[in-house]
């Protein structure tokens, strides 16, 4: 069965500081990866998505992530976070095949400090 | 591409009354997902229409659940004999299985609170 972890539950990140959110994932086969975030009490925005090729991919607002198969994981990362990024934060793994059921992780809330 | 949208946005209710929510999928999406969020928790699969047929329900949707997509454009969701562990968020996406990369798009949600 799929499922993802994502170890953090807080984290606090200085305006302009880099930021890594961590996301682990367990699946059988090669999965596709999602990061979403979402913002209080509104829906998920996709931030980013892997499927196959390059394992670094680009997002948006600044973010990208990359798919380490070995070590089963979709890291989130910004170079210099700004206070708007302040939000959840939820990884996301489905079947390359079929539909897509979605599995999320419990999410990371990001807070951002002046 | 006005995105998916959902309403109510917010519904209060008593136990045991029944309430319905609506889903608006982007106009070519052929495919519609619902999803259940509780406070502190990343959404949970609820079930999946390809078209108007509804092709997966999770273990999650009990019998008081049904959730319909009668033309294969909007869907609802019926909760019967509402439960205080009912009180979630309900999120809608869609998402269309001819591309070659089947992304899902997420509406606002529907913030059920049972009193």
């Known amino acids: 069965a799929q499922s993802v972890t994502q170890p953090d539950i807080h984290i606090t990140v200085s305006e302009g500081a880099s930021l890594e959110l961590r996301c682990n994932y367990s699946?059988?086969?090669?999965?596709?990866l999602f990061w979403y975030v979402q913002s209080p009490g509104q829906g998920l925005q996709l931030l980013l998505k892997?499927?196959?090729?390059?394992?670094l991919v680009q997002g948006i607002k600044g973010f990208e992530a990359e798919f380490k198969r070995s070590q089963s994981s979709f890291n989130l990362r910004k170079p210099s976070v700004h206070w708007s990024d302040a939000a959840e934060y939820f990884c996301?793994?489905?079947?390359?095949?079929?539909?897509?059921?979605?599995?999320f992780g419990t999410g990371t809330r990001l807070l951002v400090s002046p | 591409d006005t995105g998916v949208s959902q309403n109510p946005r917010h519904k209060i209710t008593k136990r045991g009354q029944n309430v319905t929510f609506r889903c608006d999928p982007i106009s070519e999406h052929n495919r519609l997902y619902w999803y259940r969020q509780t406070l502190g928790q990343g959404p949970e699969f609820l079930t999946y229409f390809q078209n108007e047929a509804q092709l997966e329900k999770s273990r999650l949707l009990s019998d008081r659940f049904s959730a319909e997509r009668p033309k294969g454009s909007f869907s609802t969701l019926e909760i019967q004999r509402t439960e205080q562990g009912d009180s979630a968020m309900y999120l809608c996406a869609s998402s269309l299985s001819s591309s070659s990369t089947d992304t899902q798009y997420f509406g606002p949600g529907t913030r059920l609170t049972v009193l």
């Open positions: 996301a793994v489905g079947a390359q095949t079929g539909f897509q059921k979605l599995v």
């Open positions: 892997y499927f196959s090729g390059d394992t």
């Open positions: 699946y059988g086969a090669t999965p596709y």
